[in-house]
């Protein structure tokens, strides 16, 4: 990155430095290839809107969003077909997301290109945002 081009990872996803706050939260989604990119900027605006004064970081290479400086409740990830969108408490949403992990708290939404439901998403990152963070 330092001559100001992006990596892209396997499945096009954005390989970003560390960093705390919404810069490098910014350049990830700038970073997001084709169809993603918008994709990556509404699930960053319907997070910030819902989470007033959401905590943004981007960690291994996806953004992550806390309630607080050391703790998240969702990220995503970018795929080739799909955005991964995780919820660390997701196993406590309802409606549940139906994307399982090897970890029972942790649940996936994977959302298409066309694919995001705006108001399920909301909801779900609203409830999350009242469960308790899984640390850093």
């Not at 001559?3 to 960093?19: F, H």
Request: hydrophobic share 40%.
């Amino acid at each position: 990155m330092a001559d100001g081009k992006v990596t892209l990872l396997s499945g096009g996803n954005p390989q970003i430095p560390k960093g705390d706050g919404d810069a490098p939260v910014q350049a990830f989604i700038a970073a997001c290839p084709e169809w993603k990119r918008p994709l990556a900027e509404r699930l960053d605006a319907i997070l910030t809107a819902e989470v007033p004064g959401v905590v943004k970081k981007v960690r291994w290479n996806s953004p992550f969003y806390g309630v607080d400086e050391a703790t998240w409740f969702a990220s995503y990830h970018c795929f080739t077909r799909y955005m991964k969108v995780t919820f660390a408490n997701g196993a406590r949403l309802e409606p549940l997301p139906k994307g399982k992990s090897k970890h029972s708290d942790v649940r996936y939404y994977d959302v298409p290109e066309d694919g995001l439901d705006e108001a399920l998403f909301a909801e779900w990152v609203r409830q999350a945002a009242k469960l308790p963070g899984e640390a850093f």
